[in-house]
């Protein structure tokens, strides 16, 4: 099978398709997405080398549960060891020595086929088409906040970003009423942002210590300062970017304001299905680009260039 290979440097190399073990499903990838997480990857994140890729919708081709073959899937990218306390708490995302899809010694989904346990698994209902299935993990991300944070419509809310994650929390924060202001420097993605109702900004100087919680989602180490600017005395703050390197921070700012931080990565895989289903997300204006899997190292490329959303399609 052809496969996108990081190491060193990205090219496409030639693999032999994997071999499903028991308790596991052999996928065939339908779509996948380029997250930030594969750009920061190749700068040298999480030091993973491998093919890369964790965001996709697929059709199980081989599965010991019957219930699941020829359906249509997309998988919580945390595999956890199934044993420790984490994993017997449900938490396997959070299991020390789990795997994680194309980010930690897990061979990812930028190829024709990947095995995945069966538990990791949700079945994808047939109105959500595959380009929408793709965001359901990037969307789990989002909805993330919402288990960590308690947000009433009354909540200030500020993000800090105008890139795929920060479009798709702003409408996740909207569905509760609450108002959010978006803070973004890229006047197409402010515009995307306009059009499903926040208010954006180009810079925080208007906004010193106003919000209740701040939404650090730029990608970009700057994204972590300018946010504490905007938060009032004892707010919140939400991190969700994961880059390659390390912020210079003066913590003493954080104690005496009495900032809550607050680190969020990977999130629920099912409220993420409904509400694509019920069409609640807007997900069309998130889409830069569609490029079919042989030309996957031209949408490296393209994604790398500070476009939405750059979908693959291996069909
Ligand atoms: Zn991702
Ligand atoms: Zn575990």
Redesign the pocket.
């Known amino acids: 099978m052809k496969a996108l290979v990081f190491d060193e440097k990205i090219f496409i190399a030639d693999l032999p398709k994997p071999a499903r073990k028991e308790n596991e499903s052999l996928i065939k990838i339908l779509v996948a997405?380029i997250?930030?997480?594969?750009l920061e990857i190749i700068k040298g994140y999480m030091g993973y080398k491998g093919v890369l890729g964790?965001?996709f919708v697929g059709i199980v081709e081989d599965s010991g549960n019957h219930t699941l073959i020829n359906k249509r899937v997309v998988g919580e990218?945390n595999i956890g060891c199934g044993k420790c306390d984490f994993c017997l708490q449900g938490l396997s995302r959070h299991c020390q020595n789990r795997s994680v899809i194309g980010i930690l010694a897990k061979q990812g989904v930028f190829a024709q086929y990947i095995t995945l346990p069966d538990a990791n698994l949700c079945l994808v209902p047939d109105s959500i088409p595959d380009e929408h299935a793709v965001f359901v993990?990037?969307l789990a991300?989002a909805l993330e906040i919402l288990e960590q944070v308690k947000i009433i419509p009354a909540t200030s809310v500020a993000i800090i970003g105008d890139g795929k994650?920060a479009l798709l929390i702003l409408q996740v924060i909207q569905l509760l009423g609450v108002h959010c202001v978006l803070f973004g420097k890229h006047e197409d993605k402010l515009l995307i942002a306009q059009n499903l109702g926040a208010n954006t900004e180009s810079t925080t100087k208007k906004y010193k210590r106003v919000f209740d919680l701040v939404i650090e989602a730029s990608g970009k180490k700057e994204g972590l300062l300018k946010a504490l600017e905007l938060l009032k005395p004892r707010g919140q703050l939400v991190l969700k970017s994961t880059f390659h390197g390390k912020v210079n921070l003066n913590f003493a700012g954080l104690v005496v304001d009495e900032i809550t931080l607050i680190g969020s990565r990977c999130g629920p895989f099912a409220p993420a299905i409904r509400l694509l289903e019920k069409e609640l997300i807007r997900i069309d204006p998130l889409i830069a680009k569609v490029f079919p899997f042989d030309d996957a190292i031209a949408a490296f490329d393209y994604a790398q260039s500070g476009h939405l959303k750059v979908l693959l399609n291996y069909k």
């Open positions: 997405g997250c930030n997480t594969d964790h965001e990218i993990e990037p991300a994650l």
